[in-house]
T-cell receptor
Framework: TQLLEQSPQFLSIQEGENLTVYCNSS?????LQWYRQEPGEGPVLLVT?????EVKKLKRLTFQFGDARKDSSLHITAAQPGDTGLYLC??????????FGKGNQVVVIP | NAGVTQTPKFQVLKTGQSMTLQCAQD?????MSWYRQDPGMGLRLIHY???????DQGEVPNGYNVSRSTTEDFPLRLLSAAPSQTSVYFC????????????FGQGTRLTVV
């Protein structure tokens, strides 16, 4: 059973369009992290959200943590080809374990 | 700083062979972990360590051993390789615990034939 469900699994959009991907769970997390992974590389952290309802912005990327700390969303405004990648959400339960979703594969077409 | 270094980058093993995947970090991080990444399965935690001398199992520990004799190194041992262990393996480290940023190595692509 997957602890974190990410949707959609695959998304292809044109450059300049907006997109939103989701990370959902029935469990409560002490924090939730978003990573981006490119082919042949390890994941790289984009943001960590800790407080329910928290919104963080990273240039054109907006991350939101659900009020109940069970889900999160990532919104990209005016997507660019450089945004192409696998977006992974990861939830921390207590201090010792980080559980990952399967990822949202985003392709931005020039 | 090199960050998290994994060796080798690629490896082919025959069924039944053993090997050790190396992981070293130079950031003085307490927490280290090993994941495997398979198509359609995401990243799954194999083993983790909260400090030198302390290790614990993750969600898919069978067939793997770890030890943590120093803060810097966290090797992953495959005792008797099986085709089901064909995967990409990532080592990660964090300063204190998994609520802090995880730094990943570049991965080891392992094929068991």
């Amino acid at each position: 059973t997957q602890l974190l469900e990410q949707s959609p699994q695959f998304l292809s959009i044109q450059e300049g369009e907006n997109l939103t991907v989701y990370c959902n769970s029935s469990s409560v997390f002490s924090s939730l992290q978003w990573y981006r992974q490119e082919p042949g590389e390890g994941p790289v952290l984009l943001v960590t959200v800790v407080t329910g309802g928290e919104v963080k912005k990273l240039k054109r990327l907006t991350f939101q943590f659900g009020d109940a700390r069970k889900d999160s969303s990532l919104h990209i405004t005016a997507a660019q080809p450089g945004d192409t990648g696998l977006y992974l959400c990861a939830g921390a339960r207590g201090n010792n374990r980080l559980a990952f979703g399967k990822g949202n594969q985003v392709v931005v077409i020039p | 700083n090199a960050g998290v270094t994994q060796t080798p980058k690629f490896q082919v093993l025959k069924t039944g062979q053993s090997m050790t995947l190396q992981c070293a970090q130079d950031m003085n991080h307490e927490y280290m972990s090993w994941y495997r990444q398979d198509p359609g399965m995401g990243l799954r935690l194999i083993h983790y360590s909260v400090g030198a001398g302390i290790t614990d199992q993750g969600e898919v520990p069978n067939g793997y051993n770890v030890s943590r004799s120093t803060t810097e190194d966290f090797p992953l041992r495959l005792l008797s390789a099986a085709p089901s262990q064909t995967s990409v393996y990532f080592c990660a480290s964090s300063y204190r615990d998994m609520n802090t940023e995880a730094f990943f190595g570049q991965g080891t692509r392992l094929t068991v034939v």
